[in-house]
Every structure is written in structure tokens, then in C-alpha cells.
């Protein structure tokens, strides 16, 4: 008898086949599901712009897990700037802002509508216009700040650390104290909301995202002064 789950499950990817009657949906022997076929992209006008061949990878842990989107027609440019990798693995977002997304259920359709439509409706427009429209994450470690950036309402990096650092550190400040940004709120009005979110993201994760915040920050100094001696022995030297 099929489990509940399964259940879920099949009704979900019905309804996957009722928004896009051209993907398919393929079982494999191992046990993991994938959906293939056809996605065509309208504008917000309902003018056809043109159709991709993509497969999208079903996490195990379904409906949690963050679905992998591929795209296999190979029109869009495997170049580093447009967001895909070689083997046509699709970066619809930063990883962080995923994984959070997967904290509530991830059906195959949100996925479809928040990120995989988005993003290849993205990349027709790429494909006319020569850049992206709208918001546009970086890649890497740039991708990350702005995340970070996003979720805290600031730009400020050394408050950024400070909270993260104190996150894993359990030094927040107490929720009656005043924020620590500066807002004149108390924290348990303000950045405490952000800090749940933070919770939602691997130790692991915020301790590598902290070093690179903190070296980031940190090399202007020692840079600044192997500058000034490069200079000088050029001034000694002439
Ligand atoms: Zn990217
Ligand atoms: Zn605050």
C-alpha cells in the first residue's frame, strides 16, 4: 500500500503535468524521480518566447530537499556569467537561500514557479537583451554576501559577523536589550527575526561564510602597509 507520502507525492507531480503537460515523469530502478521534457516560456503579455529541454532531479527526502534543474537543449551559453554550469546544471539561486526555502515543504511546482520558470524566462530575456532583468545574484562567495546582505537589511558587513559570530558563540544580545544595528528597536523586534532564519542554515556553513566574511574585512590593513613598504623601497631605490 502506498504511503502517505507517495500519495502527496503523486498529486503533486499531477500537478506538474497540468501546469507543464510536457515534462514527464520518470522513475528511476535506484529509486530517485526525475521530470523531463519540455518547459515553454510566455511573457507577462502571454507572447511565446521559446522552449527548453530541462530535467529536474527530485530530492530523495521529497518534499524537503532542494530539486536540481538541468537544462539539456543546450541554449543557453555554458558560461560561468549566465549561470550554468558544463554539464547544464542550472544555478536558480544561492544555495543558502535553498536550503532555507527547504526548511518548509518544496513542491516540485513551487520549485517550478519560484525558481526554474523564473530562471529560464530569465535567460530568454538574456537571450534578446544581452543582460539579465532585475536583481541578479553574484557568483560564489559575492552570491553569499549578498545574501547575507538581503537578509539582514544592511550592507554593513562587520555587523553581519558580529551577529553570526555571536550566533554560534550564543552571545546574541537579550530580547529586551536595544539592537545591535542601530535601528532603536529592541531585539527581539528586530534582528532576532533574521537570527531564526539563521538557524535554518548548517554551523558548518556559518562558520566558513564568517571566515570569509572576516577575511574580507581584515586585509585592508596588512595590504595597505605591504603597499606603503613596496613604495617606499621604490622611493629608497630611485
Ligand atoms: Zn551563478
Ligand atoms: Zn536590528
Not at 507577462?44 to 530530492?59: A, C, E, H, M, S
Not at 529560464?120 to 534578446?128: D, G, P, R, T
Not at 558548518?204 to 561564510?209: A, E, G, M, N, V
Amino acid at each position: 500500500m502506498a504511503t502517505r507520502l507517495d500519495k502527496e507525492a503523486t498529486q503533486d507531480f499531477a500537478e506538474v503535468r497540468r501546469h507543464f503537460p510536457k515534462l514527464l515523469t520518470i522513475a528511476l530502478e535506484s529509486g530517485n524521480v526525475l521530470f523531463e521534457g519540455d518547459i515553454d516560456i510566455f511573457d507577462q503579455q502571454g507572447v511565446y518566447w521559446n522552449t527548453y529541454n530541462i530535467r529536474i532531479t527530485v530530492p530523495t527526502q521529497y518534499p524537503r530537499g532542494v530539486p536540481e534543474l538541468h537544462e539539456v537543449s543546450q541554449l543557453i551559453e555554458r558560461v560561468i556569467d549566465r549561470h550554468i554550469d558544463k554539464d547544464g546544471w542550472c544555478c536558480v539561486g544561492v544555495s543558502h537561500e535553498l536550503f532555507i526555502r527547504a526548511h518548509r515543504d518544496f513542491r516540485i511546482i513551487d520549485f517550478l514557479s519560484e525558481y526554474a520558470y523564473p530562471y529560464l524566462a530569465n535567460q530568454s530575456y538574456f537571450m534578446v537583451e544581452g543582460h539579465f532583468a532585475g536583481f541578479e545574484y553574484k557568483h560564489g562567495f559575492g552570491g553569499v554576501i549578498q545574501f547575507y546582505q538581503k537578509l539582514f537589511k544592511t550592507q554593513d558587513f562587520e555587523l553581519i559577523s558580529k551577529f553570526i559570530d555571536s550566533f554560534l558563540h550564543t552571545r546574541l544580545p537579550r530580547y529586551r536589550d536595544m539592537c545591535w544595528c542601530g535601528s532603536g528597536r529592541k531585539y527581539r523586534k528586530c534582528h532576532l527575526l533574521v537570527i531564526n532564519e539563521l538557524k535554518k542554515i548548517s554551523k558548518t556553513q556559518l562558520k566558513s561564510d564568517l571566515s570569509n566574511f572576516q577575511l574580507i574585512q581584515t586585509p585592508q590593513v596588512p595590504f595597505f602597509k605591504q603597499f606603503r613598504r613596496g613604495m617606499t623601497s621604490i622611493v629608497a631605490g630611485s
